[in-house]
């Protein structure tokens, strides 16, 4: 069977298969991680992008969790848009757009705090995508 022929593996069966080959605190990490985002949003969408970063999406990027030798980094798409008053986001704090926590070996989650921010991603992506509905259904009626 060559690799085109190969059936291709479901976004959640490879998020199973990096949790399974780390084998260590980061595989449980990313597996907690996980967890919380389902509970936080069950709707959300698990997808497998970029050669290998599990992707949680609803109406929109959530966040990502990236796996490295001394951190699990949950990266939030549009994380400098969203309240932190928890402080929860520890990397990626100087750029526009994303933010992101690092969690290390031994760490603590804040699974409260954790759940209310993706509930406010997921918020911020919905509202963004009714808002662009509603301009483009206004650009089609103005004819714009």
Not at 104 to 120: F, S, V, Y
Request: overall charge neutral; charged content about 30%.
């Amino acid at each position: 069977m060559t690799k085109s022929e190969a059936p291709e593996q479901s976004p959640s069966r490879l998020i199973d298969g990096r949790i399974e080959e780390l084998g260590d605190w980061r595989g449980e990490m990313l597996s907690r991680l996980r967890a919380l985002i389902r509970q936080a949003d069950p709707e959300v969408v698990e997808e497998w992008k970029w050669r290998g970063v599990p992707v949680w999406e609803h109406a929109g990027i959530i966040c990502t969790g990236e796996t490295y030798k001394t951190a699990v980094k949950m990266t939030f798409a549009k994380g400098a848009s969203l309240e932190d008053p928890s402080g929860l986001f520890n990397s990626s704090l100087e750029g526009n757009t994303r933010r992101a926590i690092d969690f290390h070996e031994g760490d603590k989650i804040d699974e409260a705090a954790l759940k209310a921010l993706i509930r406010a991603a997921v918020a911020l992506n919905t509202s963004s995508a009714a808002s662009r509905r509603a301009t483009k259904k206004a650009s089609a009626r103005t004819g714009e």
